[in-house]
């Protein structure tokens, strides 16, 4: 029987990978549906932008009429959860953080158009006859979201691949609930692991963790002040007050955080200065690791990893505030915001939630993380690598989401029955930890199917040069391969 593949592939090594997987599967295989860039039958990031930007086959939307195809999912139980799912992965494009954005504005802008995307997405899979759904990371950016939440309730075959921390490693898992539900297997090989040691995190490059003297405005800044005004206020770049207010705000901003640390170097909004002003009013206090903590850094949002393996824990103040509930009185928490966040999901009423624990105390950007991790009673985190850390280090970590490493020893997942005392308690055995990483290596792939990745290889430079795992996802969608991760029943509701 021939499989027929939705896919949604956007990036160039992805495309590359889906032509070497025809190329294998011959007459087993074809492609009904394809989300892609402009050289892809429709265009993917036309759906999360609501542009009218064509593919080789013209536009989705294009003379989309109601059809009712749907209605396995609109009906399901938990279709209201699903559609604020969808919701809360827009909001990634909206107008306030994103230069290219939807015009969605309310939640019932958001509720809408979810229907019609879902509406229009199910009638593609059923007049194809799709079989097969695949995509090259856990959907978390609207249009994937919305096309993995229909081809679940079609009952579709669903493959994704989402690469790992681990050099040259991908994992795959039929549901992103799966990740981390990791089956420890004692027959395979440990995995070598110093202890104390640290995974090579190329994205947080330049980083540093010591106070430094304020920065300046840098070119970057005033460039992407530059494109905002272009784009969003093109008659304020002709009014020299409102540029010499914005200006010299912007510079106030850099001068009371590190050198290091680039506020608008990636991104401006007007919306951005009260969250980078709040901030900064953090930056000269002391950093006192005396006594019991706990130790809380934050996600980046918006990211993956909160949009979609965190369920309600995507809000990181109601995960502290949970961790608040099972602390001892006396036990601090100390946070530390992400060095690379902006404003997305903190607002001020963000931060007036943390103010509202007595036992909060939110660090200054500089503060170190490695001195927090050896000096915390343990580390908190939704799925952030530095639970990982600080397990290979001997500290046992709670984590609130789906973390790859949730099953690891000396990792505890957050439940109504986890105790402090349990979690301070735990002595965690290096070998059996390293015992436990040879299960997931042997559960794991080789290739790389995320092209940031590639700089975690030092024999690469482009990603022609990688193996991007096309066999390996053709026998998956066979279903010759297992899964990396374990299918996990998922409770209905998620406190």
């Not at 195809?69 to 919701?87: E, G, H, K, Q």
């Not at 979810?114 to 609207?142: M, Y």
Request: with cysteine; proline share 5%; charged share 25%.
């Amino acid at each position: 029987m021939t499989i027929k593949l939705a896919v949604i592939s956007t990036a160039k090594n992805n495309t590359k990978a889906l032509d070497d997987i025809k190329a294998l599967a011959g007459d087993e295989l074809e492609i009904v549906l394809h989300l892609g860039d402009k050289n892809a039958p429709y265009k993917a990031s036309s759906l999360s932008r609501m542009k009218a930007s064509y593919g080789t086959d013209g536009h989705l939307m294009e003379e989309s009429t109601y059809s009712g195809a749907a209605r396995d999912l609109i009906l399901s139980d938990d279709y209201f959860a699903l559609r604020d799912v969808f919701s809360d992965h827009m909001m990634r494009t909206a107008e306030r953080f994103k230069y290219k954005s939807h015009p969605l504005q309310d939640q019932q802008d958001y509720h809408d158009y979810h229907h019609i995307l879902v509406d229009t997405l199910a009638k593609k899979l059923e007049d194809s006859g799709a079989t097969h759904c695949l995509f090259f990371n856990i959907p978390h950016l609207g249009y994937d979201t919305a096309l993995h939440q229909v081809a679940k309730a079609m009952g579709l075959k669903i493959v994704i691949v989402t690469q790992s921390i681990i050099p040259n490693t991908f994992f795959s898992i039929e549901d992103p609930g799966d990740y981390g539900n990791l089956s420890i297997d004692p027959s395979h090989p440990p995995f070598e692991i110093e202890k104390g040691s640290k995974p090579d995190l190329f994205y947080m490059k330049g980083v540093k963790q010591e106070r430094e003297e304020g920065g300046r405005i840098t070119a970057k800044a005033v460039l992407q002040l530059m494109t905002f005004l272009a784009i969003k206020r093109p008659l304020q770049a002709f009014n020299p007050i409102y540029l010499w207010k914005t200006l010299s705000r912007m510079k106030r901003i850099y001068g009371e955080f590190p050198k290091w640390r680039d506020p608008f170097g990636f991104f401006f909004h007007e919306n951005e200065f009260e969250y980078f002003e709040h901030l900064a009013g953090y930056e000269d206090q002391e950093v006192d690791l005396s006594g019991d903590f706990v130790y809380f850094p934050m996600h980046m949002q918006p990211e993956m990893t909160t949009a979609s393996l965190s369920h309600r824990f995507r809000d990181q103040a109601y995960a502290i505030e949970r961790l608040a509930d099972i602390l001892p009185d006396g036990v601090r928490i100390l946070v530390k915001e992400n060095p690379k966040q902006g404003a997305c999901m903190r607002g001020p009423l963000f931060f007036h939630r943390l103010k509202r624990i007595p036992s909060v105390t939110i660090l200054p950007s500089w503060a170190d993380t490695n001195a927090l991790e050896a000096s915390a009673k343990f580390v908190a985190t939704i799925t952030g690598t530095a639970g990982w850390e600080a397990v290979r280090s001997g500290t046992p970590a709670l984590v609130f989401g789906k973390a790859w490493y949730r099953k690891m020893p000396g990792v505890f997942e957050f439940s109504e029955n986890v105790t402090y005392d349990q979690i301070i308690n735990t002595e965690i055995d290096h070998a059996e930890l390293q015992q436990a990483a040879g299960s997931l290596i042997a559960k794991a792939h080789k290739g790389v199917v995320d092209r940031h990745y590639v700089a975690m290889l030092d024999y690469a430079k482009t990603t022609q040069d990688v193996d991007n795992g096309a066999e390996v996802i053709w026998s998956l969608i066979k279903g010759e391969t297992p899964f990396t991760f374990d299918t996990e029943p998922q409770p209905a509701n998620i406190t």
